[in-house]
């Protein structure tokens, strides 16, 4: 069955540090992938998107998304993290199954120290 | 100018009562869903809606009956509300059809069932 798996729950990095969130997806086929950032409080807000082409994409606040179809994976980073940051980040895969249907990660929690 | 309404954003009732959360979108899009945050955050798609037809129908119980009157409102009823359906609902919209471009989701609406 496809999944997506972000396997750290919660991540703590310090103001200034840079950052990797994980994210791995079962599928057959090159899916369409996603990350989010939820805000405490807030919707969900598109950071960055990956259909085909350069393997690493740029999104908004700074972060990029690196695809590795040897991997299964599709990380998200950022040089440096800002106070800001800490949210809730959701790893996604949109499925053509016939039809689209979009499948999250279970999410990581960002925690930033000054 | 909110793309993506949802109201009310709290709230809490009784076991047994019946409920409504509406959702307006103004970006035009064709395609609307509903997703339930559970308490550990874990995102599950209920429904999806193109243009007013019922197109994504997950594993719900039928006391959640979403609405359609067209394609800027989808709302959802829950009849007989139980503890279990405290949760936070996401509305979300999407073009192209079916968010293989991504979502733009509403703010939430937290419900406690008591």
């Known amino acids: 069955a496809q999944s997506v798996t972000q396997p750290d729950i919660h991540i703590t990095v310090s103001e200034g540090a840079s950052l990797e969130l994980r994210c791995n997806y079962s599928?057959?086929?090159?899916?369409?992938l996603f990350w989010y950032v939820q805000s405490p409080g807030q919707g969900l807000q598109l950071l960055l998107k990956y259909f085909s082409g350069d393997t690493l994409v740029q999104g908004i606040k700074g972060f990029e998304a690196e695809f590795k179809r040897s991997q299964s994976s599709f990380n998200l980073r950022k040089p440096s993290v800002h106070w800001s940051d800490a949210a809730e980040y959701f790893c996604?895969?949109?499925?053509?199954?016939?039809?689209?249907?979009?499948?999250f990660g279970a999410g990581t929690r960002l925690f930033v120290k000054a | 100018d909110t793309a993506v309404s949802q109201t009310p954003k709290y709230l809490v009732t009784q076991m047994g009562n019946d409920k409504s959360i509406k959702c307006e979108q103004n970006?035009?899009?064709?395609?609307m869903y509903w997703y339930k945050q559970d308490s550990k955050k874990f995102l599950k798609i209920m429904f999806s809606y193109n243009n007013k037809e019922l197109i994504i129908n997950e594993t719900v119980p039928n006391r959640f009956s979403p609405k359609s009157p067209d394609k800027a409102h989808l709302n959802l009823h829950i009849n007989s509300l139980e503890l279990g359906d405290s949760a936070v609902y996401f509305c979300?919209?999407?073009?192209?059809?079916?968010?293989?471009?991504?979502?733009?989701f509403g703010s939430g609406t937290r419900l406690t069932v008591v």
């Open positions: 996604a895969v949109a499925l053509n199954t016939g039809g689209f249907k979009t499948i």
């Open positions: 599928y057959g086929a090159t899916p369409y």
């Open positions: 970006l035009g899009h064709d395609t």
């Open positions: 979300a919209s999407s073009q192209p059809t079916q968010g293989a471009n991504g979502y733009t």
